[in-house]
C-alpha cells in the first residue's frame, strides 16, 4: 500500500497562488493514479483534479479547469496541483488519494482507497 502526506497550504489572497504537493511512500508510486480532493466546513468532500499513473489525460472539475494544473514527478514520488488565481471559494480542506494500483483515477471519495491527512487552504477577499 501507500501513505500519502501533503504539504503547501496556506493563507492567500484573492488572485494569488500555491503549489500543493503530495508525496507518497511505501510502495512504487508509478503505479498508482492520484486525485486532490477537498472539503470546506459543512460540505461534502469534492472532486478537484486528478491524474492517472500514466500521467497522462489529466481530469479537472470545471470549476478550477484553466486555474489549476496536477502534474506527477515519479522520480521524486510527488504529486503536485499548482493553483492559480485563487478564489475565496477555493477555501477547504485539500487531500490527496490514490485508487489501487493500475486503477483509472474517478471523480468520487470511494474510487480511492489511500488518503492523506489534508492541507488547509484559505483565500482571502
Known amino acids: 500500500q501507500v501513505q500519502l502526506v501533503e504539504s503547501g497550504g496556506g493563507l492567500v489572497q484573492a488572485g494569488g497562488s500555491l503549489r500543493l504537493s503530495c508525496v507518497a511512500s511505501?510502495?512504487?508510486?508509478?503505479?498508482?493514479?492520484v486525485g486532490w480532493f477537498r472539503q470546506a466546513p459543512g460540505k461534502e468532500r469534492e472532486f478537484v483534479a486528478a491524474i492517472p499513473w500514466t500521467g497522462a489525460n489529466t481530469d479537472y472539475t470545471d470549476s478550477v479547469k484553466g486555474r489549476f494544473t496536477i502534474s506527477r514527478d515519479n522520480a521524486k514520488n510527488t504529486v503536485y496541483l499548482q493553483m492559480m488565481s485563487l478564489k475565496p471559494e477555493d477555501t477547504a480542506v485539500y487531500y490527496c488519494?490514490?485508487?489501487?494500483?493500475?486503477?483509472?483515477?474517478?471523480?468520487?471519495?470511494?474510487?480511492?482507497?489511500?488518503w492523506g491527512q489534508g492541507t488547509q487552504v484559505t483565500v482571502s477577499s
Open positions: 488519494a490514490a485508487p489501487r494500483p493500475f486503477s483509472a483515477p474517478g471523480r468520487r471519495p470511494y474510487d480511492y482507497a489511500y
Open positions: 511505501g510502495s512504487t508510486f508509478r503505479r498508482y493514479a
